[in-house]
C-alpha cells in the first residue's frame, strides 16, 4: 500500500477526534439532538483547524444509517463513502477552481431533485470566499431558501470576502487557532501511535512552526521523520528546519540591548555561513523576544514554551531589560515583518530591522535627557555620560523696529518728541525703564504666551500716575486682543506686583507721522491674506475705528 502522509492518516473522523474546537463541536452536537438543523453553515478560521474536515463529519453525523447521531458510526456504508469523497449525495467543491456563475447555475439545477440514497444532498463548499460576484448573486437565493433535503457547508479562511448577504443567511461557526499544548499533546500521541521515539523539545520545535494549524505541524513532522527516523531530537529538528537555538537567540538580544551593531551583524553572519533561512529566523527571534516579555511581565510559566533549563537565562536576561524597552524593540521589528517575508533581499531586510533595534542604547540616553537627569547622548550611541553643567547664556537682546529716539534708555533721559512743548514732558518713574518693560513681558508671556508676544511689539510702555499705558503706532489684531478683559486683567496684576501699586492699563494707539517719501506702513489686518482675498475679488477696503473709540473702549475696563 502507497504511503500514507500523517496529515491525511491522522484526519478527525468524528467529532471526538477534534482538538481545540469544543465549542463548534458542542453546537452542532446540540443541534442534531435537538433536531434543530440549520440549512447554511459557514466555517471560518485559519488554514490547517478543522474547517472542511468539521464539515465532513456534520455530513456523516446528518446521513448515517443510525442518525441523525452526535457521533457518525464510521462504520455504514454511507459513513465509510463519505469518507473517501465518492458519496453521490455529498459533494465537495472547490470554489477556487469552481467560481464562475455557470458553475454555480449547475449546482441550481441539481437542488431539485431528491438524495439518490441519503438523508440530506449536501453540498461543502471550500474557499468559498473565492467565488466571483456573480457567483454569489447567483448562490444568494439558493443559500437562502433551499428545499428541505439540501444543506449547505462552507469553509473560509477570509471571511472578510464573504458578502453580508450570505453571512446573515448561514450560521456561522468560527474555529480558533490550536494552543501550543493541545498541538504537543496530539503530536506525542500520533508518535506513540507510529512508533516514533521523539524528544519534548524537538516536538515543541514543530508546534512553534505549526503556528497553531494541526495540518502545518503534521506536515513538518512528516518532514522531520524522514530526515531524523524513527529517533527525533532537538538538534535534528532545527537542523532540517533552519531554526536558531536558545543560545544564538540569546546572544542575538544581548547584542541588541548592548547596542553592538558590530556584533548583531556578525551573529547573522554566522547564520548565514550555517545555511540558516532569515526569515524563520526572524520569526524565531519575534518568538524569543515574546517569550521575554512574558517573563518580564510576570506571566505564568504554562503560558511559556521553552526548555526547562533556559528559564534562568530567560530570567537574568529580563532583568536586565526595562518591560518598555521590551516592547520598544518587539514594536520595532514586528513593523518589518511584513517586509522581511515579501522582500527578495531577506538578509539585508533583517538586518536593517536588526540594527535599528540596536539603537535602542541611544533611544535610553535621549529619554534620560529629556526626563532631566544628565545624560548626554554618546556619539556611537553607547553608554551616556553625565552633562557638564554650561554657564547661563547671557540674555540675546530683542531688535526693535523703534527709531532711537522712540525708547527712553536705561541711563540717559528721553530726548523730547517732536511736536511736543520741551517744558511739559512725560513724567518719569522707574517703571518707565527697560527693566520694567522686559520683566513686564517676560511675566505676561509666563502665563499667555500670545498676550507677551504682542506686548512686544508695542511702541512704549511709560506709566503716567496710576495709569499703565502702553502705545501702539496704528489700530490692529495686537490691539484688539490685549484690549480684551481677560488679557486688560492679567496686564494689570502683572504690572502692579512689579510696581509694587496698583496699575491701571490703558491702551492708546499714537500713529507717528510718516517721513515724506516714505509708504505707509501696513497694518497686521492688511497684510492678512483673507482680508486680501476679500478685496480682490469683492472690492472694498478696512476702516479702522478711531484712536479716540479705542481709548474710549479701554478706558470703559
Keep these: 500500500m502507497a504511503y500514507q502522509a500523517l496529515a491525511r492518516k491522522w484526519r478527525p473522523q468524528s467529532f471526538r477526534d477534534i482538538i481545540g474546537q469544543q465549542t463548534a463541536v458542542r453546537t452542532l452536537q446540540n443541534a442534531i439532538e435537538q433536531k434543530r438543523i440549520h440549512h447554511a453553515y459557514l466555517f471560518s478560521g485559519v488554514r490547517g483547524i478543522g474547517k472542511t474536515t468539521s464539515a465532513r463529519i456534520l455530513a456523516k453525523a446528518l446521513n448515517c444509517e443510525k442518525g441523525p447521531t452526535a457521533e457518525p458510526c464510521n462504520v455504514c456504508v454511507i459513513c465509510r463513502e463519505?469518507?473517501?469523497?465518492?458519496?453521490?449525495?455529498?459533494?465537495?467543491?472547490?470554489?477556487?477552481?469552481y467560481s464562475k456563475a455557470e458553475d454555480v447555475r449547475e449546482i441550481r439545477e441539481v437542488l431539485q431533485f431528491q438524495p439518490v440514497r441519503d438523508r440530506y444532498r449536501i453540498f461543502i463548499?471550500?474557499?468559498?470566499?473565492?467565488?466571483?460576484?456573480?457567483?454569489?448573486?447567483?448562490?444568494?437565493?439558493?443559500?437562502?431558501?433551499?428545499?428541505?433535503?439540501?444543506?449547505?457547508?462552507?469553509?473560509?479562511?477570509?471571511?472578510?470576502?464573504?458578502?453580508?448577504?450570505?453571512?446573515?443567511?448561514?450560521?456561522?461557526?468560527?474555529?480558533?487557532?490550536?494552543?501550543?499544548?493541545?498541538?504537543?499533546?496530539?503530536?506525542?500521541?500520533?508518535?506513540?501511535?507510529?512508533?516514533?521515539?521523539?524528544?519534548?523539545?524537538?516536538?515543541?520545535?514543530?508546534?512553534?512552526?505549526?503556528?497553531?494549524?494541526?495540518?502545518?505541524?503534521?506536515?513538518?513532522l512528516d518532514q522531520v521523520i524522514a530526515f531524523g527516523g524513527r529517533k527525533l531530537t532537538a538538534t535534528d529538528v532545527a537542523a532540517i528546519l533552519g531554526l536558531s537555538g536558545g543560545h544564538f537567540l540569546g546572544s542575538l538580544i544581548d547584542a541588541i540591548e548592548e547596542g553592538s551593531p558590530g556584533r548583531v551583524l556578525e551573529l547573522l553572519d554566522q547564520a548565514a555561513a550555517a545555511g540558516r533561512d532569515f526569515k524563520i529566523l526572524f520569526r524565531d527571534l519575534l518568538d524569543e523576544l515574546r517569550t521575554l516579555l512574558l517573563v518580564a511581565g510576570g506571566a505564568p510559566e504554562r503560558m511559556l514554551i521553552t526548555a526547562p533549563g533556559e528559564m534562568d537565562a530567560l530570567r537574568e536576561r529580563a532583568a536586565r531589560f526595562d518591560y518598555a524597552e521590551i516592547l520598544r524593540i518587539l514594536n520595532l521589528l514586528i513593523r518589518d515583518d511584513e517586509l522581511v517575508s515579501r522582500s527578495e533581499q531577506q538578509r539585508l531586510a533583517v538586518e536593517i530591522a536588526l540594527l535599528k533595534a540596536a539603537t535602542l542604547p541611544r533611544l535610553r540616553s535621549?529619554?534620560?535627557?529629556?526626563?532631566?537627569?544628565?545624560?548626554?547622548?554618546?556619539?556611537?550611541?553607547g553608554t551616556a555620560r553625565p552633562a557638564q553643567p554650561?554657564?547661563?547664556a547671557p540674555p540675546v537682546p530683542k531688535i526693535s523696529t523703534v527709531e532711537p529716539e522712540s525708547r527712553p534708555s536705561p541711563s540717559t533721559p528721553a530726548p523730547p518728541k517732536p511736536g511736543k512743548a520741551?517744558?511739559?514732558?512725560?513724567?518719569?518713574?522707574?517703571?518707565?525703564?527697560?527693566?520694567?518693560?522686559?520683566?513686564?513681558?517676560?511675566?505676561?508671556?509666563?502665563?499667555?504666551?500670545?498676550?507677551?508676544?504682542?506686548?512686544?511689539?508695542?511702541?512704549?510702555i511709560s506709566v503716567e500716575g496710576d495709569d499703565l499705558i502702553i502705545e501702539f503706532?496704528?489700530?490692529?489684531?495686537?490691539?484688539?486682543?490685549?484690549?480684551?478683559?481677560?488679557?486688560?486683567?492679567?496686564?494689570?496684576?502683572?504690572?502692579?506686583?512689579?510696581?509694587?501699586?496698583?496699575?491701571?492699563?490703558?491702551?492708546?494707539?499714537?500713529?507717528?507721522?510718516?517721513?515724506?517719501?516714505?509708504?505707509k506702513k501696513e497694518s497686521a489686518i492688511d497684510d492678512d491674506p483673507v482680508i486680501r482675498a476679500f478685496q480682490k475679488h469683492l472690492g472694498g477696503e478696512v476702516i479702522p475705528r478711531s484712536p479716540e473709540t479705542r481709548t474710549r473702549r479701554t478706558d470703559e475696563h
Design 82 to 97: 463519505i469518507t473517501e469523497g465518492i458519496d453521490l449525495d455529498v459533494r465537495e467543491i472547490d470554489a477556487a477552481t
Design 125 to 220: 463548499i471550500d474557499e468559498v470566499h473565492s467565488l466571483s460576484g456573480q457567483a454569489w448573486n447567483a448562490l444568494l437565493k439558493q443559500i437562502e431558501e433551499p428545499p428541505p433535503h439540501v444543506i449547505f457547508m462552507m469553509a473560509t479562511t477570509e471571511i472578510q470576502k464573504v458578502p453580508p448577504t450570505i453571512l446573515s443567511r448561514v450560521q456561522q461557526l468560527a474555529l480558533r487557532k490550536i494552543t501550543s499544548e493541545e498541538l504537543l499533546a496530539r503530536l506525542e500521541e500520533i508518535c506513540r501511535a507510529e512508533g516514533i521515539e521523539a524528544e519534548k523539545e524537538a516536538l515543541e520545535m514543530v508546534t512553534r512552526r505549526g503556528e497553531g494549524s494541526v495540518r502545518d505541524s503534521l506536515s513538518v
Design 366 to 381: 535621549i529619554e534620560s535627557v529629556i526626563a532631566g537627569s544628565g545624560g548626554s547622548i554618546s556619539p556611537a550611541g
Design 390 to 392: 554650561r554657564a547661563a
Design 422 to 460: 520741551a517744558t511739559s514732558p512725560k513724567p518719569s518713574h522707574s517703571a518707565t525703564t527697560g527693566n520694567f518693560r522686559e520683566r513686564l513681558t517676560r511675566g505676561v508671556a509666563s502665563s499667555r504666551r500670545a498676550a507677551g508676544s504682542y506686548l512686544e511689539s508695542a511702541r512704549e
Design 473 to 519: 503706532d496704528s489700530p490692529g489684531i495686537e490691539v484688539d486682543f490685549l484690549s480684551e478683559p481677560s488679557h486688560l486683567d492679567l496686564l494689570g496684576s502683572v504690572a502692579s506686583e512689579i510696581a509694587e501699586r496698583r496699575l491701571v492699563p490703558r491702551i492708546r494707539t499714537t500713529p507717528q507721522k510718516a517721513a515724506e517719501g516714505t509708504p
